[in-house]
């Protein structure tokens, strides 16, 4: 195992970074100008990004800790998600979260800029191994204080279904997040005042899901904002939802499939057959009546409180968290 150096990534780092994303993950290459509009021009400002370098200064290790704003009882804290753990491929054989392990070193680095910079929550949504739980970062964050838990997957065809309570609503693609949203948010902040959620404004909502198909959900009789959620194309998961306590969040989902069914085009135009959802308790025990079956994907979240937060304030089962998160 060859000696590491960890620290913060600079500005000079971004091509050492981008050729190490594109020659040690599967997830393809990536440009600067979507470097720097994920990980720099965020709402929040800049992520924080632990690196590692070899003997030679080579850059072979990364970690990106991204900032948010929690509602937590109806106080704003800062939040940072940690996600994007690249290795080098000749760090591929390190013992998996031995005491050697690089992402420790990344951790332990980026944790101590998340105490210095007053962050009171650090969380995550990593992928969970069913056959290997002991392997999983999951596992390894446990040790450090941690909240653990695991949300199950469920799918469901996309087609009609015989949903009342959907029949209120009108849906449609969204066109903007505009100022209409900030309204919304503000409003639904108070309505979830028991809760930990993040804060959806509109930037937070153009920057997050501007690369979804995202439907919004208004009211037949007023025209009122009622919800919207956010659909990955690629897979058709639904990587962000809200709506407000009157509307339950499966009626967004019923009448979102609805809508979907009876334009094809849209479907056929972003790839995806079935909707799928991370079922967190604020989606409800209603899914098997409505079609959907439960997957073997389970999707870990775990967070930690800082700064002076209690841990009851940030248990998993009080957030409304969803994958886009």
């Known amino acids: 195992m060859p000696e590491l150096n960890y620290r913060l990534a600079e500005e000079r780092d971004i091509p050492a970074l981008l050729d190490l994303w594109t020659t040690s993950t599967s997830w393809g290459s990536l440009d600067e100008e979507t470097w720097r509009k994920w990980y720099i021009n965020t709402p929040y400002g800049p992520c924080l990004i632990p690196i590692a370098e070899d003997e030679r200064g080579q850059v072979v290790g990364q970690m990106v800790f991204s900032p948010a704003m929690l509602s937590v009882d109806l106080q704003e ?6 996600s994007a753990v690249v290795l080098h491929r000749s760090l591929w054989g390190t013992e998996r979260l031995g005491a050697n392990d690089p992402r420790r070193g990344l951790y332990r680095t980026g944790d101590a800029a998340a105490k210095a910079a007053g962050v009171q929550v650090l969380y995550a949504l990593p992928y969970e191994s069913r056959r290997h739980a002991e392997r999983s970062s999951a596992f390894a ?103 407000r306590r009157s509307e339950p969040l499966i009626s967004l989902a ?71 998160d």
């Open 77 to 82: 804290a800062k939040a940072l998600r940690m």
């Open 254 to 324: 019923m009448a979102g499939i609805n809508w979907l069914a009876e334009t094809p085009g849209v479907v056929a135009e972003a790839g995806f057959k079935r909707v799928k959802i991370m079922a967190t308790p604020f989606w409800g025990d209603e899914l098997p009546h409505f079609g959907f079956t439960v997957t073997d994907f389970r999707f870990g979240f775990v967070c930690r409180a800082e700064a002076g937060l209690h841990s009851e304030a940030v248990a998993p089962e009080r957030w409304h968290i969803t994958p886009g």
């Open 141 to 243: 964050l446990r040790s450090v204080g941690y909240q653990v838990t695991e949300f199950p997957c469920w799918e469901r065809q996309i087609e009609p279904v015989n949903y009342s309570d959907a029949g209120g609503l009108r849906v449609s693609r969204v066109e903007s997040f505009g100022e209409e949203y900030d309204q919304f948010w503000d409003e639904i902040r108070t309505q979830f005042g028991g809760i930990c959620l993040l804060r959806r404004g509109s930037a937070w909502l153009r920057f997050r899901n501007g690369g979804h198909l995202c439907l919004e959900f208004r009211s037949i009789s007023n025209g009122s904002l009622q919800g919207y959620i956010a659909i990955r194309r690629t897979d058709g998961l639904i990587v962000d939802a809200l709506c």
